[in-house]
C-alpha cells in the first residue's frame, strides 16, 4: 500500500513569488491535513481537507491556501513568499475528518531566498 | 494557539534503559497522540489515546492518556539504538477541529 506522497521534496524560491505544494494521500483516505515545520514554532497546523471541503484551519495568514480534488489529492499554496515561509510543510492523511492525520508524508522543504 | 509543554527537552541514555517524557496542557483534549520523526521524514504515529486514563502498549512503548485529559506520557523500555529520533505528542481539541504538536524530545541512545 503506497504512504502518502508529496512533491516536490525540495523547492527554492524567492521573497514575493507563489508556490505550489503537492500532496497525494493513502489510497482510500479522504482527509488531508497540512503542516508547517520550523524549528522555532515546531509543527503547526495548517488546514484540513475532507471530501473537497475544508474542513479546519489554523491560525494563518490568507496567503496560505489550500484544496482538494475528487481523487483526494490536495494542493497547498504560499502566495507572496517571506522568508519566514521557509519550512517543511507536512501532509497526512486520514480515512475519518477530525483526526489531525494519522499517517505523515516526508514533506517538501520550501527555501524562500 | 493552545501550547502543548513537552519534556525533556533532550535525553541522552545508555541503550538498555528505560525512558520516560511527557506531555502537559492546561486545556481538556479528546485525543492524545504520540508521534516519532526521524529526519528528513514525516512523523509516524506511534500510539493514539482516546479515552481518560486509557494505558496503551506498542512493543517497548506504553502511553497512558491523563484521567484530567490535560496530559500524557509516553515510556520507552529497554531503550535501543533505533529509538533515536525526536518524539512529539499531540492532542486533538474536544471540537476535533484543532491539532496541536509538543515541541519535541529528542532521544539518543549510546551504545
Known amino acids: 500500500k503506497a504512504g502518502v506522497t508529496q512533491t516536490p521534496r525540495y523547492l527554492i524560491k524567492t521573497r514575493g513569488q507563489q508556490v505550489t505544494l503537492s500532496c497525494s494521500p493513502i489510497?482510500?483516505?479522504?482527509?488531508v491535513s497540512w503542516y508547517q515545520q520550523t524549528p522555532g514554532q515546531g509543527l503547526q497546523f495548517l488546514f484540513e481537507?475532507?471530501?473537497?471541503?475544508?474542513?479546519n484551519k489554523g491560525n494563518f495568514p490568507g496567503r496560505f491556501s489550500g484544496r482538494q480534488f475528487s481523487n483526494s489529492r490536495s494542493e497547498m499554496n504560499v502566495s507572496t513568499l517571506e522568508l519566514g515561509d521557509s519550512a517543511l510543510y507536512l501532509c497526512?492523511?486520514?480515512?475519518?475528518?477530525?483526526?489531525?492525520?494519522?499517517?505523515f508524508g516526508s514533506g517538501t522543504r520550501l527555501t524562500v531566498v | 494557539g493552545q501550547q502543548l509543554n513537552q519534556s525533556p527537552q533532550s535525553m541522552f541514555i545508555q541503550e538498555g534503559e528505560d525512558v520516560s517524557m511527557n506531555c502537559t496542557s492546561s486545556?481538556?483534549?479528546?485525543?492524545w497522540l504520540w508521534y516519532k520523526q526521524d529526519p528528513g521524514e514525516g512523523p509516524v504515529l506511534l500510539i493514539a489515546?482516546?479515552?481518560?486514563?486509557e494505558l496503551t502498549s506498542n512493543g517497548r512503548l506504553t502511553a497512558q492518556f491523563g484521567i484530567t485529559r490535560k496530559d500524557s506520557f509516553l515510556n520507552i523500555s529497554a531503550s535501543i539504538p533505533s529509538d533515536v529520533g525526536i518524539y512529539f505528542c499531540a492532542a486533538l481539541s474536544n471540537t476535533g477541529n484543532q491539532f496541536y504538536f509538543g515541541t519535541g524530545t529528542s532521544l539518543t541512545v549510546i551504545p
Open positions: 497526512a492523511s486520514s480515512t475519518r475528518t477530525g483526526t489531525g492525520g494519522y499517517t
Open positions: 489510497s482510500g483516505h479522504r482527509s
Open positions: 489515546l482516546y479515552k481518560a486514563g
Open positions: 486545556s481538556i483534549f479528546n485525543t
Open positions: 481537507y475532507f471530501s473537497e471541503t475544508q474542513r
